[in-house]
Protein backbone atom coordinates (compact mmCIF):
# COMPACT_ATOMS: atom_id res chain seq x y z
CA UNK A 1 0.00 0.00 0.00
CA UNK A 2 0.91 3.33 -0.90
CA UNK A 3 2.64 5.42 2.28
CA UNK A 4 0.03 8.33 1.95
CA UNK A 5 -2.57 6.12 -0.29
CA UNK A 6 -2.11 8.06 -3.21
CA UNK A 7 -1.93 6.36 -6.73
CA UNK A 8 0.14 9.13 -8.18
CA UNK A 9 4.02 8.57 -7.76
CA UNK A 10 4.23 12.28 -8.57
CA UNK A 11 1.86 13.47 -6.00
CA UNK A 12 4.07 10.94 -3.32
CA UNK A 13 7.32 12.68 -4.21
CA UNK A 14 5.86 16.20 -3.51
CA UNK A 15 7.39 17.77 -0.26
CA UNK A 16 5.95 18.18 2.39
CA UNK A 17 5.26 21.69 2.15
CA UNK A 18 3.13 21.13 -0.70
CA UNK A 19 1.39 18.28 0.13
CA UNK A 20 -0.12 20.11 3.06
CA UNK A 21 -0.86 23.47 1.34
CA UNK A 22 -4.79 24.50 2.52
CA UNK A 23 -7.91 23.71 0.37
CA UNK A 24 -10.16 26.11 2.25
CA UNK A 25 -10.18 29.23 4.02
CA UNK A 26 -11.21 26.88 7.36
CA UNK A 27 -7.07 25.28 6.62
CA UNK A 28 -5.52 28.62 5.75
CA UNK A 29 -3.12 29.61 8.41
CA UNK A 30 -2.56 33.43 9.49
CA UNK A 31 -3.27 36.07 7.74
CA UNK A 32 -6.29 37.02 9.85
CA UNK A 33 -5.93 41.05 8.82
CA UNK A 34 -7.11 40.03 5.33
CA UNK A 35 -8.99 36.46 6.08
CA UNK A 36 -10.74 36.84 9.02
CA UNK A 37 -14.37 35.88 9.02
CA UNK A 38 -16.32 38.91 7.57
CA UNK A 39 -13.40 40.41 6.05
CA UNK A 40 -13.10 41.82 2.34
CA UNK A 41 -11.34 39.31 1.28
CA UNK A 42 -13.22 36.77 2.55
CA UNK A 43 -16.38 37.85 1.73
CA UNK A 44 -15.21 38.20 -2.49
CA UNK A 45 -14.00 34.63 -1.84
CA UNK A 46 -17.25 33.40 -1.15
CA UNK A 47 -18.85 35.39 -3.43
CA UNK A 48 -16.53 34.85 -6.52
CA UNK A 49 -16.28 38.85 -6.39
CA UNK A 50 -12.66 39.20 -5.78
CA UNK A 51 -11.22 41.53 -8.37
CA UNK A 52 -7.74 42.02 -9.38
CA UNK A 53 -4.92 42.17 -6.63
CA UNK A 54 -1.58 41.40 -5.64
CA UNK A 55 -0.62 39.64 -2.65
CA UNK A 56 2.62 40.94 -0.91
CA UNK A 57 4.86 39.75 2.07
CA UNK A 58 7.89 37.55 2.60
CA UNK A 59 8.28 33.77 1.56
CA UNK A 60 6.66 31.17 3.19
CA UNK A 61 3.75 32.98 4.56
CA UNK A 62 0.64 31.75 2.46
CA UNK A 63 0.76 34.30 -0.49
CA UNK A 64 0.36 31.26 -3.21
CA UNK A 65 -1.38 29.49 -1.16
CA UNK A 66 -4.34 31.87 -0.70
CA UNK A 67 -4.53 31.91 -4.19
CA UNK A 68 -5.26 28.10 -4.81
CA UNK A 69 -7.88 28.29 -2.03
CA UNK A 70 -9.46 30.25 -4.21
CA UNK A 71 -8.71 28.58 -7.18
CA UNK A 72 -10.36 25.97 -5.48
CA UNK A 73 -13.74 27.74 -4.11
CA UNK A 74 -14.73 29.35 -7.14
CA UNK A 75 -16.44 28.60 -10.82
CA UNK A 76 -13.80 30.53 -13.19
CA UNK A 77 -11.13 29.24 -14.76
CA UNK A 78 -7.51 28.78 -13.13
CA UNK A 79 -4.30 29.60 -14.95
CA UNK A 80 -1.12 29.68 -12.84
CA UNK A 81 2.14 31.13 -14.69
CA UNK A 82 5.67 32.36 -13.15
CA UNK A 83 6.83 35.59 -14.38
CA UNK A 84 10.62 34.02 -13.98
CA UNK A 85 9.83 32.22 -17.03
CA UNK A 86 6.74 33.07 -18.84
CA UNK A 87 6.92 35.67 -21.80
CA UNK A 88 4.54 37.53 -23.79
CA UNK A 89 3.37 34.19 -25.96
CA UNK A 90 2.64 32.92 -22.38
CA UNK A 91 0.41 35.73 -21.29
CA UNK A 92 -1.23 36.17 -24.54
CA UNK A 93 -2.16 32.49 -24.73
CA UNK A 94 -3.57 32.70 -21.15
CA UNK A 95 -5.84 36.12 -22.24
CA UNK A 96 -6.85 34.18 -25.10
CA UNK A 97 -8.01 31.12 -23.25
CA UNK A 98 -9.48 33.29 -21.02
CA UNK A 99 -11.75 35.68 -23.31
CA UNK A 100 -13.21 31.94 -25.24
CA UNK A 101 -14.10 30.71 -21.61
CA UNK A 102 -15.65 34.21 -20.98
CA UNK A 103 -17.67 34.52 -24.81
CA UNK A 104 -18.68 30.34 -25.05
CA UNK A 105 -19.30 29.59 -21.29
CA UNK A 106 -19.57 33.16 -19.49
CA UNK A 107 -17.03 31.91 -17.04
CA UNK A 108 -14.48 33.92 -15.66
CA UNK A 109 -10.47 33.16 -15.66
CA UNK A 110 -8.36 34.14 -12.76
CA UNK A 111 -4.59 34.18 -13.75
CA UNK A 112 -2.37 34.02 -10.99
CA UNK A 113 1.22 35.29 -11.03
CA UNK A 114 4.02 33.76 -9.36
CA UNK A 115 7.12 36.38 -8.54
CA UNK A 116 5.05 39.06 -10.67
CA UNK A 117 7.82 41.58 -9.74
CA UNK A 118 10.13 39.93 -12.23
CA UNK A 119 7.59 41.13 -15.31
CA UNK A 120 9.41 43.85 -17.39
CA UNK A 121 7.08 46.65 -18.78
CA UNK A 122 6.65 44.66 -22.36
CA UNK A 123 5.65 42.14 -20.61
CA UNK A 124 2.96 43.69 -18.19
CA UNK A 125 1.68 46.04 -20.96
CA UNK A 126 0.97 42.57 -22.90
CA UNK A 127 -1.63 42.18 -19.66
CA UNK A 128 -3.11 45.29 -18.63
CA UNK A 129 -5.74 45.68 -21.65
CA UNK A 130 -6.78 42.00 -20.27
CA UNK A 131 -7.46 43.19 -16.78
CA UNK A 132 -8.62 46.73 -17.82
CA UNK A 133 -11.38 44.18 -19.81
CA UNK A 134 -12.20 42.29 -17.48
CA UNK A 135 -11.01 39.51 -19.62
CA UNK A 136 -9.23 38.11 -16.68
CA UNK A 137 -9.07 38.50 -12.83
CA UNK A 138 -5.30 39.17 -12.28
CA UNK A 139 -3.69 37.69 -8.65
CA UNK A 140 0.10 38.62 -8.56
CA UNK A 141 2.42 37.07 -6.09
CA UNK A 142 5.54 38.55 -4.69
CA UNK A 143 8.14 39.23 -2.21
CA UNK A 144 8.81 42.18 -3.48
CA UNK A 145 7.67 45.93 -2.39
CA UNK A 146 5.34 46.05 -5.82
CA UNK A 147 5.16 50.09 -5.31
CA UNK A 148 8.49 50.13 -6.41
CA UNK A 149 9.25 46.87 -8.63
CA UNK A 150 6.07 46.80 -10.45
CA UNK A 151 4.99 48.77 -12.99
CA UNK A 152 2.20 51.45 -11.83
CA UNK A 153 0.14 50.98 -14.31
CA UNK A 154 -0.82 47.38 -12.99
CA UNK A 155 -0.34 48.25 -9.63
CA UNK A 156 -3.08 50.83 -10.23
CA UNK A 157 -5.66 48.42 -10.82
CA UNK A 158 -4.99 45.89 -8.19
CA UNK A 159 -5.74 45.88 -4.83
CA UNK A 160 -2.26 45.08 -2.61
CA UNK A 161 -3.10 42.57 0.12
CA UNK A 162 0.00 43.22 2.26
CA UNK A 163 1.20 39.35 4.04
CA UNK A 164 2.90 39.59 7.63
CA UNK A 165 5.18 36.33 8.48
CA UNK A 166 3.57 34.08 10.44
CA UNK A 167 4.07 33.70 14.10
CA UNK A 168 5.54 30.73 16.50
CA UNK A 169 2.36 29.76 17.44
CA UNK A 170 0.73 29.36 14.10
CA UNK A 171 3.45 27.11 12.69
CA UNK A 172 3.69 25.42 15.87
CA UNK A 173 0.46 24.12 15.41
CA UNK A 174 0.97 23.93 11.67
CA UNK A 175 3.61 21.32 12.51
CA UNK A 176 0.98 18.80 14.78
CA UNK A 177 -1.41 19.14 12.18
CA UNK A 178 1.28 17.43 9.94
CA UNK A 179 2.50 14.88 12.23
CA UNK A 180 -0.74 13.52 12.87
CA UNK A 181 -2.39 14.11 9.32
CA UNK A 182 -1.88 10.00 7.61
CA UNK A 183 -2.93 11.28 4.08
CA UNK A 184 -0.85 14.33 3.50
CA UNK A 185 1.34 14.50 6.50
CA UNK A 186 3.91 12.44 8.21
CA UNK A 187 1.09 10.62 10.26
CA UNK A 188 1.58 7.09 8.78
CA UNK A 189 5.31 7.27 10.47
CA UNK A 190 3.56 7.71 13.91
CA UNK A 191 6.60 9.75 14.44
CA UNK A 192 7.12 10.97 18.14
CA UNK A 193 8.65 14.63 18.27
CA UNK A 194 9.96 16.20 21.24
CA UNK A 195 7.96 19.79 22.24
CA UNK A 196 11.09 21.27 22.55
CA UNK A 197 12.14 20.26 19.18
CA UNK A 198 9.04 21.36 17.35
CA UNK A 199 9.28 24.13 19.30
CA UNK A 200 12.62 25.00 17.93
CA UNK A 201 11.73 24.22 14.55
CA UNK A 202 8.96 26.83 14.62
CA UNK A 203 10.73 29.65 16.49
CA UNK A 204 13.87 29.05 14.12
CA UNK A 205 11.90 29.23 11.01
CA UNK A 206 11.52 32.90 11.29
CA UNK A 207 7.89 32.93 9.95
CA UNK A 208 8.47 30.63 7.04
CA UNK A 209 6.11 27.85 7.30
CA UNK A 210 7.37 26.03 4.23
CA UNK A 211 11.15 26.08 6.17
CA UNK A 212 9.68 24.77 8.97
CA UNK A 213 7.93 21.90 6.96
CA UNK A 214 11.09 21.18 5.27
CA UNK A 215 13.13 21.08 8.44
CA UNK A 216 10.08 18.42 10.14
CA UNK A 217 9.95 16.44 7.76
CA UNK A 218 13.89 16.22 7.09
CA UNK A 219 14.07 15.28 10.97
CA UNK A 220 11.40 12.46 10.87
CA UNK A 221 12.65 11.05 7.50
CA UNK A 222 16.69 10.91 8.64
CA UNK A 223 16.01 9.44 12.27
CA UNK A 224 16.69 6.24 12.64
CA UNK A 225 13.48 3.69 14.93
CA UNK A 226 13.84 2.98 17.85
CA UNK A 227 14.09 -0.43 18.62
CA UNK A 228 9.94 -0.71 19.26
CA UNK A 229 9.69 0.75 15.42
CA UNK A 230 9.21 4.25 16.49
CA UNK A 231 10.77 7.23 15.44
CA UNK A 232 11.70 9.48 18.32
CA UNK A 233 12.72 13.48 17.20
CA UNK A 234 14.44 14.82 19.85
CA UNK A 235 15.50 18.63 19.93
CA UNK A 236 19.20 17.41 18.38
CA UNK A 237 17.77 16.14 16.00
CA UNK A 238 15.49 19.12 15.42
CA UNK A 239 18.77 21.74 15.78
CA UNK A 240 20.30 19.47 12.74
CA UNK A 241 17.52 19.51 10.66
CA UNK A 242 17.28 23.50 11.16
CA UNK A 243 20.44 24.60 11.47
CA UNK A 244 19.65 28.32 12.23
CA UNK A 245 17.26 30.68 11.90
CA UNK A 246 16.45 32.32 8.52
CA UNK A 247 18.02 35.24 8.01
CA UNK A 248 17.85 35.88 4.31
CA UNK A 249 16.02 39.21 2.98
CA UNK A 250 14.32 40.78 0.33
CA UNK A 251 15.41 43.97 -1.35
CA UNK A 252 12.87 46.12 0.51
CA UNK A 253 13.98 44.39 3.86
CA UNK A 254 17.53 45.25 3.18
CA UNK A 255 17.03 48.68 3.07
CA UNK A 256 14.41 48.97 5.51
CA UNK A 257 17.25 46.92 7.98
CA UNK A 258 20.19 49.38 6.23
CA UNK A 259 17.45 52.34 7.06
CA UNK A 260 16.80 51.09 11.30
CA UNK A 261 20.96 50.70 11.46
CA UNK A 262 21.65 54.30 10.12
CA UNK A 263 18.75 56.05 12.12
CA UNK A 264 19.74 54.20 15.77
CA UNK A 265 23.26 55.31 14.99
CA UNK A 266 21.58 58.93 14.98
CA UNK A 267 19.52 58.17 17.65
CA UNK A 268 22.66 56.86 19.89
CA UNK A 269 20.79 53.23 20.48
CA UNK A 270 23.77 51.51 20.46
CA UNK A 271 21.97 48.05 21.15
CA UNK A 272 19.23 48.66 18.22
CA UNK A 273 22.41 49.73 16.05
CA UNK A 274 24.41 46.69 16.97
CA UNK A 275 21.56 44.16 16.01
CA UNK A 276 20.34 45.81 12.84
CA UNK A 277 24.12 45.44 11.78
CA UNK A 278 24.31 41.69 12.98
CA UNK A 279 20.96 40.86 11.22
CA UNK A 280 22.31 42.55 7.93
CA UNK A 281 25.61 40.83 7.97
CA UNK A 282 24.20 37.28 9.10
CA UNK A 283 21.53 37.53 6.02
CA UNK A 284 24.59 38.10 3.57
CA UNK A 285 25.33 41.68 3.48
CA UNK A 286 28.65 42.50 2.99
CA UNK A 287 30.20 43.79 6.08
CA UNK A 288 32.28 46.30 4.81
CA UNK A 289 29.14 47.98 3.25
CA UNK A 290 28.09 48.21 7.03
CA UNK A 291 31.41 49.71 8.16
CA UNK A 292 31.14 52.15 5.16
CA UNK A 293 27.63 53.59 6.53
CA UNK A 294 29.21 53.96 9.77
CA UNK A 295 32.11 56.07 8.51
CA UNK A 296 29.69 58.20 7.16
CA UNK A 297 27.56 58.56 10.30
CA UNK A 298 30.34 58.92 12.48
CA UNK A 299 31.08 62.98 10.09
CA UNK A 300 27.74 63.05 9.81
CA UNK A 301 25.90 62.71 13.36
CA UNK A 302 28.45 63.13 15.37
CA UNK A 303 31.04 65.12 13.57
CA UNK A 304 32.89 68.20 15.52
CA UNK A 305 31.46 67.18 18.95
CA UNK A 306 33.26 64.12 19.01
CA UNK A 307 35.90 64.10 16.37
CA UNK A 308 37.47 60.97 17.61
CA UNK A 309 34.37 59.19 16.40
CA UNK A 310 35.72 59.26 12.62
CA UNK A 311 39.41 58.37 14.05
CA UNK A 312 37.57 55.31 15.34
CA UNK A 313 35.25 54.37 12.60
CA UNK A 314 38.05 54.25 10.14
CA UNK A 315 40.40 52.62 12.22
CA UNK A 316 36.84 49.92 12.76
CA UNK A 317 37.21 49.72 8.76
CA UNK A 318 40.81 49.57 8.46
CA UNK A 319 40.75 46.60 10.86
CA UNK A 320 37.74 44.59 8.94
CA UNK A 321 39.59 45.09 5.92
CA UNK A 322 42.70 43.56 7.43
CA UNK A 323 41.20 40.90 9.95
CA UNK A 324 38.26 39.90 8.01
CA UNK A 325 35.35 37.60 9.73
CA UNK A 326 34.69 37.06 12.66
CA UNK A 327 37.14 38.90 14.43
CA UNK A 328 36.96 41.86 12.43
CA UNK A 329 33.63 42.23 13.55
CA UNK A 330 34.72 43.20 17.30
CA UNK A 331 36.04 46.66 15.97
CA UNK A 332 32.90 46.96 14.14
CA UNK A 333 30.82 46.44 17.34
CA UNK A 334 33.60 49.04 19.33
CA UNK A 335 32.89 51.50 16.95
CA UNK A 336 29.30 51.08 16.55
CA UNK A 337 29.12 51.88 20.20
CA UNK A 338 31.32 54.50 20.08
CA UNK A 339 29.40 56.14 17.57
CA UNK A 340 26.07 55.86 19.34
CA UNK A 341 27.43 57.14 23.26
CA UNK A 342 29.40 60.14 21.69
CA UNK A 343 27.80 63.44 21.54
CA UNK A 344 26.12 64.46 18.42
CA UNK A 345 26.42 67.43 16.02
CA UNK A 346 25.34 67.96 12.46
CA UNK A 347 26.74 71.26 11.99
CA UNK A 348 29.22 70.42 9.74
CA UNK A 349 26.92 68.62 7.39
CA UNK A 350 25.05 72.13 7.53
CA UNK A 351 27.90 73.87 7.21
CA UNK A 352 28.94 71.63 3.93
CA UNK A 353 25.67 72.00 2.39
CA UNK A 354 25.48 75.74 3.42
CA UNK A 355 28.89 76.23 1.18
CA UNK A 356 27.90 74.07 -1.49
CA UNK A 357 25.13 76.03 -2.31
CA UNK A 358 27.23 79.18 -2.47
CA UNK A 359 29.53 77.74 -4.22
CA UNK A 360 27.30 76.92 -7.02
CA UNK A 361 24.64 80.17 -6.87
CA UNK A 362 27.77 82.85 -6.63
CA UNK A 363 29.23 84.40 -9.49
CA UNK A 364 31.29 87.40 -8.25
CA UNK A 365 33.18 85.24 -6.07
CA UNK A 366 36.80 86.88 -6.77
CA UNK A 367 39.49 85.62 -4.31
CA UNK A 368 41.38 88.51 -2.47
CA UNK A 369 44.26 89.64 -3.77
CA UNK A 370 46.28 88.57 -0.85
CA UNK A 371 45.38 85.28 -0.95
CA UNK A 372 46.14 84.71 -4.50
CA UNK A 373 49.39 82.38 -5.44
CA UNK A 374 51.58 84.88 -6.83
CA UNK A 375 54.62 82.60 -7.64
CA UNK A 376 54.60 84.01 -10.85
CA UNK A 377 52.60 87.27 -10.69
CA UNK A 378 53.31 90.67 -11.49
CA UNK A 379 54.88 93.28 -9.31
CA UNK A 380 51.52 94.56 -8.06
CA UNK A 381 49.98 91.19 -7.46
CA UNK A 382 53.41 90.94 -5.45
CA UNK A 383 52.44 93.85 -3.74
CA UNK A 384 48.90 93.21 -2.91
CA UNK A 385 50.07 89.86 -1.59
CA UNK A 386 52.13 91.88 0.86
CA UNK A 387 48.72 92.56 2.67
CA UNK A 388 48.20 89.18 3.81
CA UNK A 389 48.44 88.96 7.49
CA UNK A 390 50.42 85.95 8.30
CA UNK A 391 48.63 84.15 11.31
CA UNK A 392 51.24 82.41 12.83
CA UNK A 393 53.15 86.12 13.02
CA UNK A 394 50.48 87.10 15.32
CA UNK A 395 50.22 84.06 17.48
CA UNK A 396 48.20 81.75 15.62
CA UNK A 397 45.20 83.48 14.98
CA UNK A 398 44.30 87.10 13.05
CA UNK A 399 41.14 89.20 11.92
CA UNK A 400 41.59 88.51 8.05
CA UNK A 401 38.98 88.24 5.34
CA UNK A 402 39.32 85.13 3.49
CA UNK A 403 35.98 84.80 1.67
CA UNK A 404 35.21 86.83 -1.41
CA UNK A 405 33.83 90.21 -0.87
CA UNK A 406 30.17 89.13 -2.39
CA UNK A 407 30.30 86.27 0.82
CA UNK A 408 31.94 88.68 3.39
CA UNK A 409 30.56 87.87 6.68
CA UNK A 410 29.00 84.35 5.70
CA UNK A 411 29.05 81.89 8.51
CA UNK A 412 28.80 78.00 7.72
CA UNK A 413 30.14 76.17 10.57
CA UNK A 414 28.01 76.94 13.54
CA UNK A 415 29.15 75.00 16.42
CA UNK A 416 26.43 73.59 19.08
CA UNK A 417 27.14 73.16 22.62
CA UNK A 418 27.62 69.37 22.14
CA UNK A 419 30.51 67.36 23.28
CA UNK A 420 33.50 69.00 21.63
CA UNK A 421 31.71 71.57 19.94
CA UNK A 422 31.20 73.65 23.30
CA UNK A 423 35.20 74.28 23.13
CA UNK A 424 35.12 75.09 19.76
CA UNK A 425 32.83 77.81 20.47
CA UNK A 426 34.81 79.17 23.90
CA UNK A 427 37.59 79.26 21.75
CA UNK A 428 35.85 81.21 19.13
CA UNK A 429 34.52 83.93 21.55
CA UNK A 430 38.11 84.22 22.97
CA UNK A 431 38.77 85.16 19.64
CA UNK A 432 36.06 87.21 19.00
CA UNK A 433 34.59 84.97 16.78
CA UNK A 434 31.40 85.01 17.98
CA UNK A 435 28.90 84.13 15.26
Not at 209 to 218: F, I, V
Amino acid sequence: MDLFDFNDNEEKAKPLAERMRAVSLDDFIGQTHIVAPGSLLRRAIALDRLGSCIFWGPPGCGKTTLANVIAAQTNASFIRLNAVNAGVADVKKAVERARDDLKMYGRRTYLLLDECHRFNKTQSDSLLPAIEQGTIVFIGSTTENPYASMTPAIVSRCRVFEFKRLKKEEIYGALQKALKDKRRGLGAYAAEVEEAALSHIAEMAGGDLRTAYNALELAVLTTPPAADGCIRVTLADAEQSIQKKSLAYNEDMYYDLLSAFCKSLRGSDADAALYYAMRLIEGGCDPMLVLRRLVVHAAEDVGMADPNALVVATSALTAFSNLGAPEGLIPLSEAIIYVCEAEKSNAVVRAMGAAREDATRTRDDDIPPYLKDVSFGSRAMKAEHEKYLYPHDFGGWVAQQYLPDALKGRTYYQPTDNGYEAEVKRIRAKKGQTR
